[in-house]
């Protein structure tokens, strides 16, 4: 069975502690993505990688970096947590940017107080 | 910019009623995709339609693509309670094809 596995699925961090949030698939997609998820505002794309070391922004990309150092592995980072990033980050990949769908991972409930 | 529109939020059924939830898009579509994400979980891709006017079936479940391609339906046949969950329809962003456009969901509630 596909998976996406997100190493946590929940957190609990301080406001300006330096977070991440680690995403590996096992499908030899060349395409990662980074998602957050909120009540009222849908799924929002905050990073997505199209290759090893490759990484373009998202339409929220303020607050977040990502790392993509192996094609499995996709990495986002919050330099400096704050109450507002409190939500549900989705890790995602993909055969194609936009098409023949994604495969979601678990994830992430973040809360920082 | 480009918009995906998903119709209702909400939707109140009994059990064995149907269920439909719309998706309409600003601009043409090369492409559109369904997903599940039942409570508490994360999105699980079902089917991604490309022609004008396709129409697939699984099982209960049937999605049909607009002639035009700006526009998709998901019906449900004789709901069951284990197709609780939000049903989002999602299409590639027309000027860069780098990414998806969400609908914001709809949230498929069975009455007790």
């Known amino acids: 069975d596909v998976k996406v596995t997100q190493s946590s699925r929940y957190l609990v961090k301080r406001t300006g502690e330096k977070v991440f949030l680690e995403c590996v698939q096992d499908m030899d997609h060349e395409n990662m993505f980074w998602y957050r998820q909120d009540p009222g505002l849908g799924l929002r794309l905050i990073y997505f990688?199209?290759?090893?070391?490759?990484?373009e922004k998202g339409d929220i990309p303020e607050g977040y970096s990502v790392s993509r150092e192996k094609k499995e592995r996709f990495s986002l980072i919050l330099e400096s947590a704050s109450t507002n990033q409190t939500s549900m980050y989705l890790c995602?990949?993909?055969?194609?940017?936009?098409?023949?769908?994604?495969?979601f991972g678990s994830g992430t409930r973040l809360t920082v107080v | 910019g480009q918009q995906v529109m998903q119709i209702p939020q909400y939707q109140h059924v009994q059990e064995g009623e149907d269920f439909t939830t719309y998706c309409n898009s600003s601009t043409t579509l090369s492409n559109i995709q369904w997903y599940k994400q039942r409570p508490g979980g994360h999105p699980v891709f079902l089917i991604q339609l490309v022609k004008s006017g396709e129409v697939k079936k699984q099982k209960r479940l049937t999605f049909q693509f607009g002639e035009a391609k700006k526009n998709s339906s998901l019906h449900i046949t004789a709901t069951q309670t284990t197709d609780v969950g939000t049903y989002f329809c999602a299409g590639p962003e027309d000027d860069s094809n780098y990414q998806l456009i969400w609908g914001a969901g709809t949230k498929l509630i069975i009455k007790p």
């Open positions: 995602a990949s993909g055969y194609r940017l936009t098409s023949y769908g994604y495969t």
């Open positions: 990688s199209y290759d090893v070391k490759m990484k």
